[in-house]
């Protein structure tokens, strides 16, 4: 780091993206098969519990173990109104895979050195030029948007609320749960 060299990070970080490509490609065969829901099987979800996977095999079958109990979850869902579970998994861990390719090299640089400057000092870390710009105008508190919040729903951009007196609100034009598929000036 002294010297510069980050190229540490950024193998890394190939690795993981990488493993998180196989791993979706795994969850997407995984996906194609039926689940026997009959079976009475546990999954272990404490990673201190947890070692790591002696064979591929092993590794797939708590994959399976683990996609069959989000399935489950998502049986219980409201909020999938008739939308079938396995396309909402697929399109949750493909989503996962999206933002994690997104990663610029600022943001990289940024989890990099941040690690390691918090690793000497927890309240030390360092900001890249697009969040120190942030920061600033959290600080500043000038920053004029459009008077709604916004969250991340299986890869699509929802309005979560409408915040009373923006400018959302005032247009009567878009309401919660709305899903934003493109923006204009």
Do not use: C
Not at 34 to 57: G, H, R
Not at 61 to 67: F, G, S, V
């Amino acid at each position: 780091i002294k010297s510069g060299d980050v190229t540490f990070a950024y193998t890394v970080y190939n690795t993981l993206l990488k493993r998180i490509d196989e791993r979706i490609a795994t969850v997407d065969e995984l996906l194609k098969e039926d689940f026997d829901f009959t079976v009475d099987e546990s999954l272990i979800t404490d990673p201190a519990k947890l070692s790591y996977a002696k064979t591929p095999a092993e590794a797939k079958d708590r994959w399976r173990k683990r996609l069959k109990y989000d399935l489950l979850a998502l049986k219980n869902d409201k909020s999938l109104k008739g939308e079938d579970p396995k396309v909402r998994l697929k399109r949750r861990y493909s989503s996962f895979a999206k933002r994690m390719h997104q990663t610029d090299a600022d943001e990289l640089l940024e989890m990099y050195l941040t690690s390691v400057t918090t690793s000497y000092d927890p309240h030390t870390t360092f900001m890249s030029p697009s969040t120190q710009e942030n920061f600033r105008i959290l600080m500043g508190l000038k920053l004029d948007g459009i008077g709604a919040q916004l969250q991340m729903v299986d890869g699509n951009t929802v309005l979560n609320k409408l915040i009373p007196g923006g400018a959302a609100e005032k247009s009567g034009q878009i309401k919660a749960e709305d899903r934003i598929i493109s923006v204009g000036q």
